[in-house]
T-cell receptor
Framework: AQSVTQPDIHITVSEGASLELRCNYS??????LFWYVQSPGQGLQLLLK??????LVQGIKGFEAEFKRSQSSFNLRKPSVHWSDAAEYFC??????????????FGKGTKLSVKP | EPEVTQTPSHQVTQMGQEVILRCVPI?????FYWYRQILGQKVEFLVS????????KSEIFDDQFSVERPDGSNFTLKIRSTKLEDSAMYFC??????????FGSGTRLTVV
């Protein structure tokens, strides 16, 4: 079955430390890949997306993500976390083809807490 | 920066009542979507809408649900007879192609 896996439910990092949030997907072809962030009580804000080309994509707020086809992964990274980055992060996939009209399939999310 | 606007932000309704959730997509977008997020669970696709008709819907989107674009600006989700399990955050999204969505801030629906 098609799925998006975010293996870490909750991660706590110290402010200034580096961050990596994991995302794996199970699809035959290369899907379109997205990372969204949701602050408490807020909507979903797009951090970055990958469709094709350079496998390292830059997003807003200093985030980047790397697509690794061999690992079916699209991990999100940030070199130095700020307290304002505390939020929930969702990896999402647009599987493309097979009748899909572009609906996104989301992972369960990773909640990020930042220690002072 | 253009936004997708959803109203109300929070709605409480009694079980069995009809609710209409409203969305104003970005004006030049052509594709519209509804997603929901039950508390503590992942965001799930409900329905996509293009050219005044449903283009795809999920298993969740049963006969109790309907969508409409009643005028040139609004996009609504109606739940005819709400159930307790319909309690969730409902997100509207729009795009000018069928990727690259902009999401609204959501409507929290509480069914009591």
């Amino acid at each position: 079955a098609q799925s998006v896996t975010q293996p870490d439910i909750h991660i706590t990092v110290s402010e200034g430390a580096s961050l990596e949030l994991r995302c794996n997907y199970s699809y035959g072809a290369t899907p379109y890949l997205f990372w969204y962030v949701q602050s408490p009580g807020q909507g979903l804000q797009l951090l970055l997306k990958y469709f094709s080309g350079d496998t390292l994509v830059q997003g807003i707020k200093g985030f980047e993500a790397e697509f690794k086809r061999s690992q079916s992964s699209f991990n999100l990274r940030k070199p130095s976390v700020h307290w304002s980055d505390a939020a929930e992060y969702f990896c999402a996939v647009d599987p493309r083809g097979g009748g899909s009209q572009g609906n996104l399939i989301f992972g369960k999310g990773t909640k990020l807490s930042v220690k002072p | 920066e253009p936004e997708v606007t959803q109203t109300p932000s929070h709605q409480v309704t009694q079980m069995g009542q009809e609710v209409i959730l409203r969305c104003v997509p970005i004006s030049n977008h052509l594709y519209f979507y509804w997603y929901r997020q039950i508390l503590g669970q992942k965001v799930e696709f409900l329905v996509s809408f293009y050219n005044n008709e449903i283009s795809e819907k999920s298993e969740i989107f049963d006969d109790q649900f309907s969508v409409e674009r009643p005028d040139g600006s609004n996009f609504t989700l109606k739940i005819r007879s709400t159930k307790l399990e319909d309690s969730a955050m409902y997100f509207c999204a729009s795009s000018n192609t069928n990727y690259g969505y902009t999401f609204g801030s959501g409507t929290r629906l509480t069914v009591v």
